[in-house]
């Protein structure tokens, strides 16, 4: 409802209050009837980031709904490309191959970058990337993902039937890249996630990237293999 949303407005507020660069990506949740992000797009237009300079742009020209930014993380020139990958119902114009031929010219234009992708659903609790109900993932991957070797990873959500709340596994790409794959989605845990976060380090001499597990409001780091 629009409490929620101007809740959430408000939250990620406080990072533009502290110009705190961030992107944002719309889950199935938040897709009005399934076709249409208008309300998203009123709470998290693209004009509240068009004046930074670390904000590449947007898809579909009037909308936030696909985006891409850029960051300078441990020395590493990064490119996150955040993608609403949604599968959704009838009545939304823009046709998924568009997002696929947009998504792929930005690539493209940064092949000296690392990219970085986010999108909604994407890896399942089993580790399978496959079409279902809200995502096209395994389109995505081969329309998408696997074509570039500067791809480095993509970030997903939204499956939360998995005890750990987290899965990680590795795609190789056309060119005989790695893709690393990860899931981290906390909702099924006490309270909603006990506000366990992921924190990225970025090593550019060492050529990687570190995951932790951190809960702000516990203080407390999350142990296990994922």
Known sequence: NNQEWQHASNAMNLLRMYDVPY????????????SSYNTYNHYFPYTDFEHNEWYGGHFPFYGNEN???YATLG???VLILSI???TIKEGYPIARSEVYRWA??????????????ATHA?????????DDHYSDASTFLDKVVKKHSNIIAVISGHYHNNPEGEVYTVTTGDNGNQIHNLLANYQAYPKKGNGYLRLYRFYRKENQIRVRTYSPYLNQYKRGPN
Do not use: T
């Open 122 to 130: 994407y890896l399942d609790p089993f580790g399978n990337i496959e």
């Open 84 to 86: 609403s990958n949604q």
């Open 23 to 34: 992107a944002v990506l719309a889950g199935n949740h938040d897709i009005d009837g399934g």
């Open 67 to 69: 985006s891409y930014a």
């Open 75 to 77: 020395g590493m020139e």
């Open 104 to 117: 792929n010219n930005i690539i493209r234009s940064h092949c000296r970058m690392k990219v970085i992708i």
